[in-house]
T-cell receptor
């Protein structure tokens, strides 16, 4: 069983829809990252969370440490949001090694 | 955007040849990482560095070596490339993994071993 599970693996939605991507993990963590990888391949860090909620523009990330679960929400989705969204966790007993989820491929249709 | 440059961006080579990938940063960040990304897998850490001449292995280090002689440069070497090392390689940097500092990624190197 993977230590970081993302769901869904693939998601196709219409422009304007509210999007939720989930990340569940099985280890105690110090922090959780959400990253975005565009079709061209570049990877951009979106959020780093250790508790609560963060918001940046139309993106909102939440984390529930007790339930070992995080969600990434996109409001008023747009075709330019089409990308792979990746969750990664830093285990509490780790030095530098993140554990990576396999990613969620999101396609937003106009 | 963080100043990270990977070179080359694309390379095709033959099995058994040595290959060196370079990651250059202008951010003066202490930590540098090499990952590989393959279909069906998340990013997998190959090696990382926590300072000049300070490196350690990641989860998929077999067949790879690294060197960091300067803060700004982190080299990944495949001593004798194999077809299983065909992948996209990403370099990343971070200022301090324990603080609220994310990792910043280079644009990747697409490596094909024939």
């Amino acid at each position: 069983k993977n230590e970081v599970e993302q769901s869904p693996q693939n998601l196709t939605a219409q422009e304007g829809e509210f999007i939720t991507i989930n990340c569940s993990y099985s280890v105690g963590i110090s922090a959780l990252h959400w990253l975005q990888q565009h079709p061209g391949g570049g990877i951009v860090s979106l959020f780093m969370l250790s508790s609560g909620k963060k918001k940046h523009g139309r993106l909102i990330a939440t984390i529930n440490i007790q339930e070992k679960h995080s969600s990434l929400h996109i409001t008023a989705s747009h075709p330019r949001d089409s990308a792979v969204y990746i969750c990664a966790v830093l285990p509490a007993d780790s030095n530098y090694q993140l554990i990576w989820g396999a990613g969620t491929k999101l396609i937003i249709k106009p | 955007d963080a100043g990270i440059t990977q070179s080359p961006r694309h390379k095709v080579t033959e099995t058994g040849t040595p290959v060196t990938l370079r990651c250059h940063q202008t951010e003066n960040h202490r930590y540098m990482y090499w990952y590989r990304q393959d279909p069906g897998h998340g990013l997998r850490l190959i090696h990382y560095s926590y300072g000049v001449k300070d490196t350690d292995k990641g989860e998929v280090s077999d067949g790879y070596s690294v060197s960091r002689s300067k803060t700004e440069d982190f080299l990944l070497t495949l001593e004798s490339a194999t077809s299983s090392q065909t992948s996209v390689y990403f370099c990343a940097i971070s200022e301090n993994v324990y603080s609220n500092q994310p990792q910043h990624f280079g644009d990747g190197t697409r490596l094909s071993i024939l």
